[in-house]
């Protein structure tokens, strides 16, 4: 049987078409200018972690926070005096205080107490022990001023620079800035490192911004051009137009209000436009105001600018509209993101921009550039080591599996980080698993007594329900990693989709059309595949469920075990989820990273970071926090100035701060139901596919295996951080896997020996899988223990912890999956003859 032509033409248009599109990647840069631009892809982005990129340091704008809190202290208090009916006092700002001038002295019983009311705690809630009063009431007789304290001040600066952070990653997040980098530094500051160089205008309008929109009447009974408008009139410019308007102060719906906003095309202009939707309020507010403003101008105003001021032409009740004002389509998806994630508490001001090296550095980067490829090299040798000349073929596939990889990735112009390279790795350890379990199929077949040709259709037919049953179980999860996490998760998740489409379609078609192309033109009788050393033998025949009580109480010793040791002594956060110390050195000639990272290393103080900054002369220290309070931050500051001046004698230190965790609240947040609900659509899949004690089996082993890594992170206290969340979800990627394989053996055993008692029949099944189960996992083993060993420091929360995980996912669908689900067949069983026994009573 010959492959069809039109279906080797397609499979060789395709191959060309992936290697055209991932090109531009090993292209030298004199190259690229001159071809690059006739190839279907551009090169692959690279993440901040891998390449650096554009860095900037904002700070809060201290005097507008002041202001903004006396400005509304001042409306509270007119507020109150109204409510008092008070109308001969007057309320004015006076310095840093809002001074109250009552009528009469009386009037002060009457109203301080309302006043104190306006205080807030500082540090705490009231009723529960709470701070400070964030403002100072004094005065006497027939004044009252109202003062904000030091303490009230520090608090909402802080509140103010939490809130902008998270202001800050929505908006980054929403214009397709991959896997920034937000931390705070200091009180008063926030860093922001964008992958790749990014266009200092558009972060200037994309950060700088505050944001704020408001909409208000016209009033087109006054000069916009006049320098002393009525009260109740503001003279504001135009964003693009040049123009002045005079606008109500009066605000007649409040930003606040919308519920989203998009960057959109004009369907008459062709012209890109911003459309907005306010939520059930502001719709009837909206509805209400155009409805009795027919025929005058409204002015969308954003951040003191008037954005548009269109005349109603009619009452518009859809609590929808649109912003136009000769915006270019990039501005307008700054705008929608901008309203999307809302106003920043206080204007930010960019006091630093610059360009920076990659967060791993450079010495790491190339250490894990020649592990990688001394890994994937160990991967190749096994592949033709276990199968020979056939061997070729499946690395064949493997080659093409990573250069389709990087090709999609062009297309989609997505942006490559250490979690994205994590999944890359999970897709080809999965295409490694497909190759591993066609050839071992095909095997069976031939001992079977099958020809050349049966064999192998055989062989890989059964091998397909196999490698579609673990390749969709792990997509599915990862497609609800991709909706509903963030940051590195969605980043491992968009490589991850790629790489477990791409491994079915070079193991399932390109594989199995070379193998065919190979048994025609050779007119073989019989296919042989041997390893280098001649047949491989078969492992004797084990009763695994005879130790099953034995292999389940370790398992659940060594979970336990990690659920204690996770509270005591507890993992090792890094600094993405601790913050710590960051320290800014400069010396005259280039620094030379990697002893500098080793001699920081030998002082102990766990993570360390390197930063290039510039020509490399300059370079950015982060260490995590360390425990205990000041003093010992103090101390560990001190040893690393000392370390630094050790190595780099003419070394000075521009600067040294307190920086804050790069993950929020928030992210942690979304990272935790991302995971939950992929776990979830894992054992819905399962369940539908296989039965329901399958999935239950499933997901019970998937828990056991990551506590027990979960353990490991603790007991060695290697970093937890980024990397170790990379870790993580390539563990559970290849534990799915593996369980899915085991099980689906098991399941085609049901089918065949209906009979055969189901302890007896696990046995059989995982004994038919083994050699497949070991072959996989030492082929994951090989292509991490040179990072692990020779990675340096920044791969080991990766590299070291995997080589632990692959350990644990191998022997658990070895040892405890079969018990779990020979316990739950049983236990279901037993509760079926009880029902059963029950009903024929009752009868």
Not at 292 to 307: Q, T, W
Not at 768 to 783: E, G, N
Request: glycine share 10%; proline share 4%.
């Amino acid at each position: 049987m010959r492959t069809n032509r039109w279906a080797l033409l397609a499979y060789i248009l395709v191959t060309l078409f992936g290697i055209a599109a991932a090109l531009p990647n090993v292209l030298p840069a004199s190259m690229q200018q001159s071809i690059g631009r006739y190839l279907p892809a551009s090169q692959v982005t690279l993440g901040l972690d891998l390449r650096g990129g554009s860095h900037l340091v904002l700070e809060v704008d201290a005097a507008g926070l002041r202001k903004a809190r006396l400005d509304t202290l001042m409306d509270d208090a007119r507020r109150i005096l109204r409510e008092q009916r008070l109308s001969g006092a007057t309320v004015r700002l006076a310095g840093d205080q809002v001074n109250v001038q009552l009528a009469t002295p009386e009037d002060r019983t009457n109203v301080l107490p309302r006043f104190q009311e306006l205080a807030a705690p500082t540090g705490g809630t009231l009723g529960f022990g709470g701070g400070q009063s964030d403002i100072a009431i004094g005065g006497d007789g027939q004044t009252i001023t109202i003062g904000l304290t030091e303490a009230g001040l520090a608090d909402r600066m802080t509140k103010a620079v939490e809130q902008s952070l998270e202001i800050i990653r929505q908006r980054v997040d929403q214009v397709g800035v991959a896997e920034p980098l937000i931390q705070r530094v200091g009180s008063d500051r926030i860093l922001v490192q964008l992958p790749g160089l990014q266009d200092p205008t558009r972060l200037r309008q994309l950060l700088g911004s505050t944001a704020q929109m408001s909409f208000h009447m016209v009033d087109p009974a006054t000069d916009p051009n006049t320098t002393t408008p009525p009260r109740g009139v503001d003279i504001l410019p135009g964003q693009n137009d040049g123009r002045k308007y005079a606008v109500e102060s009066r605000v007649a719906i409040s930003g606040e209000r919308l519920a989203d906003a998009k960057a959109g095309f004009d369907q008459r202009t062709n012209e890109p436009i911003v459309s907005f939707t306010f939520d059930s309020l502001g719709a009837r507010q909206f509805a209400d105001i155009t409805r009795d403003n027919v025929g005058r101008p409204f002015a969308i105003v954003l951040d003191g600018k008037v954005l548009t001021a269109p005349v109603i032409r009619e009452p518009i009740i859809g609590g929808q509209g649109q912003i136009s004002g000769n915006f270019t389509a990039q501005e307008a998806t700054v705008l929608s993101a901008l309203l999307r994630s809302g106003a920043l508490p206080a204007p930010l001001t960019i006091i630093e921009e610059r360009s920076v090296g990659p967060n791993l550095g450079s010495d790491s980067i190339q250490m894990g550039l020649y592990t990688g490829a001394a890994g994937l090299l160990a991967v190749v040798t096994m592949m033709v080591v276990l199968y020979g000349a056939w061997g070729w073929i499946a690395n064949f596939g493997l080659v093409l599996h990573t250069i389709f990889t990087i090709a999609v990735l062009g297309l989609l112009g997505s942006t490559l980080t250490l979690p994205g390279i994590a999944g890359i790795i999970l897709g080809i350890g999965m295409a490694v698993d497909a190759n591993i379990l066609i050839n071992a199929r095909i095997r069976e077949e031939t001992a079977a007594g099958a020809g050349a040709m049966k064999a192998l259709d055989l062989g890989f037919n059964k091998a397909f329900a196999t490698i579609v049953d673990g390749n969709v179980t792990t997509l599915v999860g990862t497609i609800l990693l991709f909706m509903f996490g963030t940051g590195p998760v969605r980043g491992f998740a968009i490589t991850m989709m790629i790489g477990i489409v791409i491994s079915m379609f070079t193991s399932i078609t390109i594989v199995r059309m070379m193998m065919h192309e190979v048994v025609a033109r050779r007119k073989m009788k019989k296919i042989e595949i041997h390893s280098l050393f001649g047949k491989v033998p078969q492992l004797p025949q084990f009763s695994f469920m005879r130790g099953r009580f034995i292999a389940i109480g370790m398992s659940a010793f060594l979970s336990i075990s990690s659920v204690i040791l996770f509270f005591t002594p507890g993992l090792n956060y890094g600094i993405d989820f601790v913050g710590g110390i960051q320290v800014e050195a400069t010396s005259k000639q280039p620094i030379d990273l990697a002893p500098l990272r080793k001699g920081l290393e030998e002082l102990n103080y766990g993570e360390v970071a390197l930063q290039e900054f510039g020509q490399g002369t300059s370079v950015l220290i982060r260490v995590q926090r360390q425990p205990g309070g000041e003093q010992e931050q103090t101390t560990a500051l001190n040893a690393i100035r000392d370390r630094v001046q050790q190595l780099v004698p003419d070394a000075t230190f521009e600067r040294t701060e307190v920086v804050g965790p790069t993950i929020s609240t928030e992210l942690a947040r979304s990272g935790f139901l991302a995971v939950g609900l992929a776990m979830l659509a894992i054992l819905i899949y399962i369940w539908w596919r296989f039965e329901w004690h399958f999935a239950i089996g499933a997901i019970v082993t998937l828990i056991l295996d990551i506590t027990k890594m979960i353990g490991f992170f603790a007991l060695f206290q290697i970093d937890f951080n980024l990397t170790a969340i990379a870790a993580l979800l390539t563990l559970i990627g290849y534990s799915v896997n593996d369980k899915v394989v085991v099980y689906d053996r098991m399941r085609e055993n049901l089918r065949k020996y209906k009979t055969m008692p189901f302890s007896q029949l696990i046995d059989m099944s995982i004994n038919q899988v083994v050699m497949r189960c070991i072959f996989t996992s030492v082929a994951v083993f090989l292509s991490l223990v040179p990072m692990a060993i020779w990675g340096g420091d920044p791969v080991k929360p990766f590299a070291w912890p995997m080589v632990f995980g692959v350990i644990v996912a191998t022997t658990s669908s070895i040892y405890i999956g079969g018990p779990i689900l020979l316990f739950l067949s049983r236990w279901w069983k037993d509760r079926e003859v009880t029902r059963t026994g029950e009903a024929k009573a009752e009868a």
